[in-house]
Each structure stands twice: as structure tokens, then as C-alpha cells.
């Protein structure tokens, strides 16, 4: 009985010490999951992509599993996971961990959390605050050298999806007023972010499609409209929007610039 104990202890003594000699810096991968368990459904609220996505533009090769290369092994990579908490009276509440192939967390971010009372809005920045986290892991996972925050792709949107986009200038009319508030006007193509007294306002000629939602975070937005999702940046010139158009996988930037 004492043999098999100290023959046991032996064999877990090397595992740990495996597992202890591996560093973060050591992988190059990162495996993300295309569902997380607190959530119902595959890539509920795009939440698995925005993952990805976010994690690339830190400059880490964040991949869903099919996504990898062929010559890589299943322990040669980290494996992504997140606990998650939604509520509408709570916050909601998001933190993402790291583990290796034998389970071991590895890593774990501080917890995300929002107000916001709709879901979708609610977990993106929820993942989005979670995730910079990885800000601080610059120097220790390693980087893809094709992956920087210069090289986004920049994407035409899906045909059926936006159909007039195509041959249409970048400019809009010079701003007028809604309702009595005087407002200011960013525009990219046929669409333009209009900003009002205490709002932003996303619409199509004369279409409204929907908002730009505040975050905590000064000068970021979630957008939340029909024709895209994702994240918007407010800049000294206009905004800049990296987003999905439903139906595709592809992420699109959009500039929008004021007009003058």
C-alpha cells in the first residue's frame, strides 16, 4: 500500500513539475471556445468572435480550434475559458481563464462587469473589460508578427446584408437639426453617426438603426444596431467602428469622419 502511494506521489511529482516549467511566454496559441458554458447556444451574442477578435488586436494569434495548424499539437497551445453572470438588476459579470491541456489555470483576468440592463451589450463589454486583462501579458505570451493594431482588415460589408453601399460618397449633408438639438454628423459611406444632445444616433439616409451605447470606459461605445454590431472608439476626428454584419464572420472597420 505504502509502495503504491510513493509510486503515485512519483508520477504526480513529475506532472506538476511539467506543468510548473511551462510558462505563458512558451505558447503561441490561443484556443478559444466556440460556446461558453454560461451561456445557451453556439456564439450566443457573438461573444465567442468578439473574444477572438478582441485578443488579435492585443497581437495575440487567438484561433478557434479548427483554425489551427496542422502540425500543432493539443498540448502545444492555451485553451481559453470564461465564467459568466448575467443579470438585470445585478451586474453583469465576466472573467476569462487560461489553462493548458491538462487543465491547469494558468492565468485568470480580473472580473469584467456592466450595468447595462440588455444582455447583449451587457456581456460584450462585460468580455471587453475582462479581457484587458491581457494588456499587461504583452511580454509574455508571444505575438504574431502579421497581427498588429496597424494591419486590421478592412472588409467591404455582405452584399445582401447592406445592398446600397457600394458607389456612394463619403460624405453626407452638413449638419441639421432633430427635434429642436443641434447636432453634429460622422459619416462613412451611406451611413452617418449622428450626435445629439446627450445620444449618438446610427442611421442609413433616413433610417435610424440604432445607438452607440457608453461604456464605462471614456470614449468607447457599443454599437447596437440592425445593419452591425461591435465596439466603436471615439477619435479627435470622428469614430472608428469594428464591428460584424449578421451573416458574416469577417469583422469590418468603418471610419466614420466629420463633417465639416
Known amino acids: 500500500m505504502n509502495k503504491l502511494f510513493f509510486v503515485v506521489l512519483f508520477a504526480l511529482g513529475f506532472i506538476f513539475q511539467g506543468a510548473a516549467q511551462k ?22 451574442y457573438r461573444l465567442n468572435t468578439f473574444t477572438r477578435y478582441e485578443l488579435k488586436q492585443f497581437g495575440y494569434q ?10 500543432i499539437g493539443r498540448c502545444d497551445v492555451l485553451y481559453l475559458d470564461a465564467e459568466g453572470k448575467g443579470g438585470l438588476v445585478v451586474y453583469t459579470k465576466i472573467t476569462v481563464m487560461l489553462k493548458d491541456c491538462n487543465g491547469f489555470e494558468i492565468f485568470r483576468t480580473k472580473e469584467g462587469k456592466s450595468k447595462e440592463k440588455e444582455y447583449k451589450p451587457a456581456y460584450l463589454e462585460a468580455m471587453k473589460k475582462a479581457l484587458a486583462s491581457f494588456e499587461f501579458l504583452e511580454d509574455e ?9 496597424d494591419s486590421r482588415k478592412v472588409i467591404p460589408f455582405v452584399k445582401d446584408t447592406v445592398s446600397t453601399i457600394a458607389n456612394t460618397t463619403n460624405k453626407v449633408d452638413v449638419a441639421k ?9 460622422y459619416s462613412y459611406k451611406d451611413f452617418k453617426i449622428v450626435a445629439l444632445e446627450n445620444d449618438f444616433m446610427v442611421m442609413q439616409k433616413d433610417e435610424n438603426l440604432g445607438t452607440l451605447i457608453p461604456t464605462s470606459q471614456k470614449g468607447t461605445y457599443i454599437v447596437n444596431t440592425k445593419a452591425f454590431t461591435g465596439m466603436a472608439r471615439q477619435m479627435p476626428d470622428g469614430f472608428v467602428i469594428e464591428g460584424q454584419v449578421p451573416g458574416s464572420t469577417e469583422l469590418v472597420t468603418m471610419k466614420f469622419s466629420k463633417n465639416e
Open 141 to 149: 505570451i508571444s505575438k504574431s508578427s502579421e497581427v498588429t493594431t
Open 177 to 185: 437639426t432633430v427635434d429642436g438639438q443641434t447636432k453634429a454628423t
Open 23 to 44: 510558462k505563458i511566454g512558451d505558447y503561441t496559441y490561443i484556443v478559444v471556445p466556440q460556446q461558453y458554458e454560461f451561456l445557451k447556444g453556439k456564439d450566443t
Open 62 to 71: 487567438a484561433v478557434f480550434a479548427e483554425e489551427l495548424p496542422g502540425n
